[in-house]
């Protein structure tokens, strides 16, 4: 069955499935597997420690795979300048490039004449009116369900999609609380030409660096054991719930202040939990859509799958 989408014209990809940016998880081997199975896998570049390990991290994708990739540029969330990591990705020619967490018009000025594929990750309408002002060639609309960084409006990806979708001409790519054939189907029929998911990557057997403590908390998990931390810090994110982010929540109650919470909030707690397994002494990002991630298939097998459902779904609404 033909996959084409603008989504898939714009990207060179064979099936309209993109990886989304995975702080501290998203390196050469899930990249690449993604990029191989027909998709768009992607490394998060603000992930390494400097632009060499960056460019390092973009040879050995380019070794293992032909295919076109993405580096995610989460620019809001890090204090380091990121403009010598993004000069590293324009040297290295990567295809595209996506952007979030920040004002992305420093980016677009940086790669003006530079040919790569620009996406912008946003949680609401008029963040995506603004990226296509700005020159983005396709926006990733994330939903309140999604793991990791949200908007501050708390809208699903049902609502928000179709409303994007309205709103800008460049293609959408729906994200948030996307993890199998159906969810696929249900994005493109809200008018999306894509798909981007997080969480579901993770419990992948090339997501090499989540512990299997982190893999086996998403599978066992239902829909109603994440959590949103960091509200009070205007920056809402979904969490795996456990004790530690309790202990988060109780501060955010109280009125904490940024240097109570920081410690809690820190990079380093979060490689606690997803690199050493941790479970009780940091946090783990993930969306709600943990509730149907049942196995951790490879990445081959969880894209073949989903395409076999979503095409399943084709041949029911054809009859
Ligand atoms: C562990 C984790 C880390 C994330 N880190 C980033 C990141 O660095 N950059 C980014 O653009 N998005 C990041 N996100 C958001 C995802 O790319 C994606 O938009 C989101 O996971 C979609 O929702 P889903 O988890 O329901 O699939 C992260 C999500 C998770 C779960």
């Known amino acids: 069955m033909n996959w084409q989408t603008r989504v898939t014209d714009l990207l060179k990809i064979k099936y309209p499935i993109i990886q989304g940016g995975l702080a501290y998880l998203a390196y050469s081997k899930l990249a690449a597997a993604v990029s191989n199975a ?102 990733m609309v994330v939903g309140q369900e999604g793991g990791g960084h949200l908007g501050r409006d708390d809208i699903g990806t049902f609502v928000l999609v179709p409303q994007v979708v309205d709103a800008v001409s460049i293609p959408v790519i729906a994200s948030g609380g996307i993890g199998d054939g159906r969810g696929l ?37 239902n829909e109603t054991d994440t959590v949103v931390i960091k509200r009070s810090l205007g920056a809402p994110a979904r969490a795996i719930a456990n004790s530690w982010t309790e202990k988060i929540l109780e501060i955010e109650k109280n009125n904490g202040t940024y240097e109570q919470l920081k410690d809690f909030i820190s990079g380093l707690a979060n490689q606690r939990y997803i690199y050493e397994g941790a479970v009780n002494e940091g946090f783990a990002w993930a969306g709600q859509v943990m509730g149907l991630i049942k196995d951790i298939p490879s990445v081959d097998e969880l894209l073949k799958r989903m395409i076999t459902e979503a095409e399943q779904i084709r041949a029911k609404w054809a009859k």
Do not use: W
């Open 38 to 139: 027909g998709g768009l896998g992607q490394i998060t570049a603000m992930s390494l420690k400097s632009p060499d390990l960056l460019r390092a991290e973009i040879r050995k994708v380019k070794q293992l795979t032909n295919n076109p990739f993405g580096v995610n540029f989460a620019i809001g969330q890090h204090n380091r300048s990121f403009a010598d990591f993004l000069q590293v990705a324009i040297e290295e020619k990567v295809p595209v490039i996506s952007m979030t967490g920040g004002n992305p018009a420093p980016i677009f000025e940086q790669l003006k004449g530079v040919s790569v594929k620009k996406l912008v990750l946003v949680a609401a309408r008029r963040q995506a009116v603004k990226a296509e002002e700005l020159g983005a060639d396709a926006v």
């Open 185 to 221: 189907m249900a994005a493109l029929s809200l008018g999306a030409e894509g798909i981007e998911m997080g969480t579901r990557f993770i419990a992948t057997k090339e997501c090499v660096h989540a512990n299997d403590a982190y893999k086996k908390a998403l599978v066992e998990g």
